[in-house]
């Protein structure tokens, strides 16, 4: 009974794992479509499709709102890849250094301790930047959603 139950936990847990891999997924990795996927539907339609009759005489302005939201896009992501890779260059950086102070076997304790006290200070505040620009990228984003659907909402009266 208790095999078959850890087997059943196993087994679930694997496929929660497998079904919930974007939740892994780095900011800035998703593209517009699917950061915002019934906005970009609504400005497809904008462009090609027949509009809902409530939309129809607002045309231009739901056009520019979409231009809005989409252009916003851009410069969020390029801020938090910028942000992603100076972390990256930071931690590289820094492990370098440690690897240089701290040779196998380690000649100078003090100093060894020292560059592995400093890296990870400066990893941290590193760390600390990073996840930062990635809050600043998500409200950002949420920002923009609610901006974009209040002005559909207005749009419709």
């Given amino acids: ?9 196993g087994t679930a847990v694997a496929m929660m794992l497998t079904v919930t891999a974007g939740a892994f997924a780095r900011a800035g990795d998703r593209t517009v479509r699917q950061t915002y996927p019934v906005a970009t539907v609504l400005c497809a339609k904008a462009h090609t499709a027949p509009l809902p009759p409530k939309l129809k005489p607002n045309k231009a302005q739901l ?6 939201l989409v252009n916003a896009f851009g ?20 492990k370098s250094l440690v ?13 060894c301790s020292a560059a ?24 950002a984003i949420e920002a ?7 002005t559909i909402g207005t ?3």
């Fill in 99 to 111: 690897a240089t102070v701290c040779p196998k076997p380690v000649t100078n304790a003090t100093a």
């Fill in 1 to 9: 009974m208790r095999r078959q139950t850890l087997a059943i936990v």
């Fill in 116 to 139: 592995r006290a400093k890296q990870e200070s400066t990893d941290a505040t590193a760390r600390s930047t990073k996840q930062t620009a990635v809050t600043a990228y998500h409200t």
């Fill in 63 to 68: 056009i520019t709102a979409c231009d809005t």
């Fill in 144 to 150: 923009n959603r609610m901006t974009f659907w209040s």
């Fill in 75 to 94: 410069p969020l992501v390029s801020t938090v890849d910028a942000a992603e890779s100076a972390y990256l260059s930071i931690v590289s950086t820094q």
């Fill in 155 to 157: 749009l419709r009266g």
